[in-house]
């Protein structure tokens, strides 16, 4: 283990603070929030990346000599980004057409390498590209790393003690946790944990249309975040109830609908998760149930899409989407 990478990632894992639980004014739900957007890079996905990287470090596999290697459609190169550049490693982004503008120009600034992939599968996604590259640069770099967090359990453990874990001690009780499902880390460590302390809690996981998660044939998406174009391995570590699919045009409505509301400015897989707590609860009538989900991400990187009336109205058959 390189002592000085070790001392590193321990201080900066003393500087990820535990993230607000905040509750949204509504008659039909108590509904709680966790403000993951609150993380260092913005995200939930910080907790998965330091988790990952801490645990690499302590077996050694990632030195101060390493070069970490990782495909992201955005927020996990940003938390990655931020983390090794505070630990004084090199880290390369795979990223594709479908990362926003201000983070991919925030990647660009932040790592002196960056890989992007332009060129769509046959389903009209780019995962498969993106961990081709991967495994391209890897093969030609001597000492590098993957994170891979679609089948790494690392990540799970990370959302366990550290988002799930605060989740639960900010909340007595959750009746129904929603959340969005992408690489899978999330859920799985979510779930158990939440599970672990509440027996009787629904768990309700939340997907796109065009994403191939619960079987559902690939499609063209818009918005990079939540879904995925293949089945994620650490999904079989989650304890899911139910399954809630949304349209990309419910989930922009639903970014719009918690900052009409809330005031909360989220990220697409936020507004994804909200609109699905909507369509769930859309007939219910008895008294009102906990519920909790994640703010995973800021909406800074979608206003020039989710918030932006005109590339709705373009993206979306020329329709648009009510923003107030």
Same mark, same amino acid.
């Given at each position: 283990m390189d002592e000085v990478l070790w001392q590193r990632i321990e201080a900066f894992g003393d500087r990820l603070a535990p993230t607000e639980v905040v509750r949204l004014h509504r008659d039909d739900l108590d509904l709680f929030v966790k403000m993951e957007s609150a993380n260092p890079s913005g995200s939930a996905k910080d907790r998965s990346a330091f988790w990952i990287v801490r645990e690499a470090v302590r077996r050694g596999e990632i030195t101060r000599g390493t070069t970490v290697v990782e495909s992201s459609s955005g927020n996990f190169a940003l $938390?990655? $980004?931020k983390l090794?550049?505070?630990?004084?490693?090199l880290f390369v982004p795979v990223i594709d057409p479908t990362v926003n503008a201000p983070t991919e120009r925030l990647l660009r600034e932040s790592c002196t390498w960056v890989e992007k992939v332009d060129r769509p599968d046959d389903a009209g996604g780019y995962l498969r590209g993106r961990l081709a590259r991967v495994a391209e640069l890897r093969a030609r770099i001597a000492d590098s790393y993957w994170p891979d967090q679609y089948s790494n359990t690392d990540a799970v453990r990370g959302h366990y003690e550290l988002t799930g874990g605060e989740l639960v001690g900010s909340l007595a009780r959750i009746d129904y946790l929603f959340v969005g499902?992408?690489?899978g880390g999330t859920i799985a460590g979510l779930s158990r944990r939440v599970k672990a302390a509440n027996q009787d809690?629904?768990?309700v996981a939340v997907d796109v249309e065009g994403s191939? /998660?619960?079987g559902a044939p690939p499609r063209r998406?818009? /918005?990079p975040g939540i879904g995925s174009g293949i089945r994620p391995a650490l999904l079989d570590q989650a304890l899911i109830d139910e399954v809630v699919v949304v349209s990309e045009r419910d989930e922009v409505a639903g970014c719009h609908a918690l900052l009409r509301d809330h005031g909360l400015f989220a990220g697409g897989s936020t507004g994804c998760v909200y609109a699905a707590v909507d369509r769930y609860f859309e007939s219910y009538r008895g008294p009102p149930p906990v519920v909790?989900?994640?703010?995973s991400?800021?909406?800074d990187p979608y206003r020039n899409t989710i918030y932006d009336p005109d590339w709705v109205a373009t993206t979306f058959t020329q329709k648009r989407v009510r923003t107030s």
């Open positions: $938390a990655l $980004a090794c550049r505070s630990l004084g490693v499902v992408g690489t809690v629904t768990v191939v /998660i619960f998406r818009h /918005i909790a989900f994640l703010c991400d800021r909406g």
